[in-house]
T-cell receptor, first 114, second 111 residues
Framework: DAGVIQSPRHEVTEMGQEVTLRCKPI?????LFWYRQTMMRGLELLIY????????DSGMPEDRFSAKMPNASFSTLKIQPSEPRDSAVYFC????????????FGSGTRLTVV | QKEVEQNSGPLSVPEGAIASLNCTYS??????FFWYRQYSGKSPELIMS????GDKEDGRFTAQLNKASQYVSLLIRDSQPSDSATYLC???????????FGGGTRVLVKP
């Protein structure tokens, strides 16, 4: 298995631009999670899906952030418009239902908004 | 109070010594506990899980759980320079399937 695949690995964009991060979970995993990691705040859960349905989006910081999971093998996290404070590493993770063994993380997308 | 708390470190240990990491959590109904290791610039990787009070050993790693005191710890025996990383404690409550992570403890193993 190729694991959780995220793209791009690095993204540099100007303030105000739209940014789309992509994730392909491990085949057969029913849960998909989007996390953000910064030095100040650590690893924060933004949103998670179960069987492609958003279950908890309470961690999404504001309306500029949106996430979709159109099918079991693909999810996107979109920031529009982007701001410098959105600079962070964004991780996607997936797990089996009920995820008793924790998650498998993707390699992350390092986002820099200038 | 943060839901999951860890000392940020760095915890400096000599090669061959035991590294002891602690984690406390606030939600009494938490059921599952995990330790992840994260090398600089890499993603977190699962190294241990523990669900019941007591000790669980896996190679050089031992996880310890005390639900009454709401803490979980990780011991790394015979520490190696390759163990130098940030160790993240994660907690999952019974309802739902999301992990809450602590801020991580940075461990430095010096040759």
């Amino acid at each position: 298995d190729a694991g959780v695949i995220q793209s791009p690995r690095h993204e540099v964009t100007e303030m105000g631009q739209e940014v789309t991060l992509r994730c392909k979970p491990i085949s057969g995993h029913d849960y998909l999670f989007w996390y953000r990691q910064t030095m100040m705040r650590g690893l924060e859960l933004l949103i998670y899906f179960n069987n492609n349905v958003p279950i908890d989006d309470s961690g999404m910081p504001e309306d500029r952030f949106s996430a979709k999971m159109p099918n079991a093998s693909f999810s996107t996290l979109k920031i529009q418009p982007s701001e410098p404070r959105d600079s962070a590493v964004y991780f996607c993770a997936s797990s089996l239902d009920p995820g008793g063994d924790g998650y498998t993380f993707g390699s992350g997308t390092r986002l820099t908004v200038v | 109070q943060k839901e999951v708390e860890q000392n940020s470190g760095p915890l400096s240990v000599p090669e061959g010594a035991i590294a002891s990491l602690n984690c406390t959590y606030s939600d009494r109904v938490s059921q599952s506990f995990f330790w992840y290791r994260q090398y600089s610039g890499k993603s977190p990787e699962l190294i241990m899980s523990i669900y019941s009070n007591g000790d669980k050993e896996d190679g050089r790693f031992t996880a310890q759980l005390n639900k009454a005191s709401q803490y979980v710890s990780l011991l790394i025996r015979d520490s190696q320079p390759s163990d130098s990383a940030t160790y993240l404690c994660a907690v999952k409550v019974a309802a739902g399937n999301k992990l809450t992570f602590g801020g991580g403890t940075r461990v430095l193993v010096k040759p």
